[in-house]
């Protein structure tokens, strides 16, 4: 069965400053991998995906991200933060059956943006 | 604007009352999925279902069962509530294809359960 560690559970960062989220993923094949975002009472957005070819993606908010297969990782970044940042982020992993994706989520980062 | 709404963002039950959650979705999405979200488990995949009146069993599915009449709306349904089912609730959708075609979820603003 697929799985997703996400080792930070809180991260701080000054706003301004680079942002890398860490995400660590097990699945027995080519992986689908997402990041998605939960702003304070709020559902989760899409922030990027990873299917296939290109392994750095680009996503909504000036996040990107870089799949390697060698240390099996999915890491989300962005180069300066904006106190908007702050949230929750989800990084999840794709079983793929036959109707579609059913994710797997790691257990989140929140992030705190320091003014 | 593509669309999951769940219909109750707070409810207050108390144990072992019969509690429904709804779910509602307007982009014609074959796939919808409910999660649970607790502090520091992240989301865990309760049921999900591929077509009207089909469902399949997630990670947690234990003390839950949904109902899928329509194409639209998806249901959670707590047969008698407790205690350890206060969480919030996700609902997703997605449409229905595979490979690298397949197509992400979208998910409404959660139902915040709390059982006392």
């Known amino acids: 069965a697929q799985s997703v560690t996400q080792p930070d559970i809180h991260i701080t960062v000054s706003e301004g400053a680079s942002l890398e989220l860490r995400c660590n993923y097990s699945?027995?094949?080519?992986?689908?991998l997402f990041w998605y975002v939960q702003s304070p009472g709020q559902g989760l957005q899409l922030l990027l995906k990873?299917?296939?070819?290109d392994t750095l993606v680009q996503g909504i908010k000036g996040f990107e991200a870089e799949f390697k297969r060698s240390q099996s990782s999915f890491n989300l970044r962005k180069p300066s933060v904006h106190w908007s940042d702050a949230a929750e982020y989800f990084c999840?992993?794709?079983?793929?059956w036959g109707g579609g994706n059913k994710l797997t989520f790691g257990t989140g980062t929140q992030l705190k943006v320091e003014l | 604007d593509v669309k999951v709404t769940q219909s109750s963002r707070y409810l207050v039950k108390r144990t072992g009352e019969k509690v429904f959650l709804e779910c509602v979705q307007d982009m014609d999405h074959e796939n919808m999925f409910w999660y649970r979200q607790d502090p520091g488990l992240g989301l865990r995949l309760i049921y999900f279902s591929y077509d009207v009146k089909m469902k399949e069993k997630g990670d947690i599915p234990e003390g839950y069962s949904v109902s899928r009449e329509k194409k639209e709306r998806f249901s959670l349904i707590l047969e008698s509530a407790s205690t350890n089912q206060t969480s919030m609730y996700l609902c997703?959708?997605?449409?229905?294809?595979?490979?690298?075609?397949?197509?992400?979820?979208?998910f409404g603003a959660g139902s915040r359960l709390t059982v006392l």
């Open positions: 699945y027995g094949a080519t992986p689908y």
């Open positions: 990873y299917f296939s070819g």
């Open positions: 999840a992993v794709a079983a793929i």
């Open positions: 997703a959708s997605s449409l229905k294809s595979q490979g690298a075609g397949a197509n992400v979820l979208t």
